[in-house]
């Protein structure tokens, strides 16, 4: 299994991050985490697998939505602090313990930036849902938010050189968020929008959320009810 890098900011996580995005709590919801898994992931039944579950802090949300969350993370730090909120196991994304066509949905939120192979993740994914079933992914903004784009000023954001390669990189213009710590990856839009037409995904609906310029960008994306799926 990869590395957990998470285990070594997992209280840091739950007690500075987590906490203040909690669902239910009075604090502000400035990503607008809500709203997009309200609008993409919807109201539904039946198990909702979060790859990434990370502390469990949507779970609430998608209890909510009518779906029964079930978590899998590589961090056994972070399943910690998740146990009180869902079911979860620990997991490779890549290698989810989980049977073909099984579950209607799979919700990937602020992940794929730490999962370098996101692609690999996407195609398990869609292995995982059923005919007719959807993958909801909400991630960092691909075009206004990496190691090339400096956001110290929210509203005059600059860009870079450097959004248009794959890289992995701990540079950020903050030094109070996840990829100083642990590093991210960035995926430019039209290889992150391949990934799920690569694996047979059809791209359903498309959200952002945060502002004034966006920190996170959504979509939809669905397992035709015919149509085979790319193979892991
Ligand atoms: C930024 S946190 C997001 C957690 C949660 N989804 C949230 O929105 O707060 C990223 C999470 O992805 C997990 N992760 C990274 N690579 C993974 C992999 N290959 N399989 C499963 N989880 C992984 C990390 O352990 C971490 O908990």
Redesign the pocket.
Known sequence: M?E???DEIADW?ETEF?AGQRYGAAHADPLGLDALIRDLLGAGSGPCL??????G??AGRVRDLGWTPVG????GG?LRHARGRLPVAR????RLPVRDASVSAVLS???HT??PDYSA?VREAARVLRPGGALTHIGVHPCFCGAFADRRDAEAVVIRPGYRESHWSRESWTDQG?RDKVGASHLPLPALLGAFTAAGLVLDRFAEGGGPTPVVFGLRAVRPADGAVARP
């Open positions: 990869p957990a890098a998470y996580y987590t979060e790859i990434g579950c990370g502390t802090v949507h899998v993370d590589l961090s972070m997991a490779d994304a890549a939120v602020m992940v730490d999962m993740v996840v």
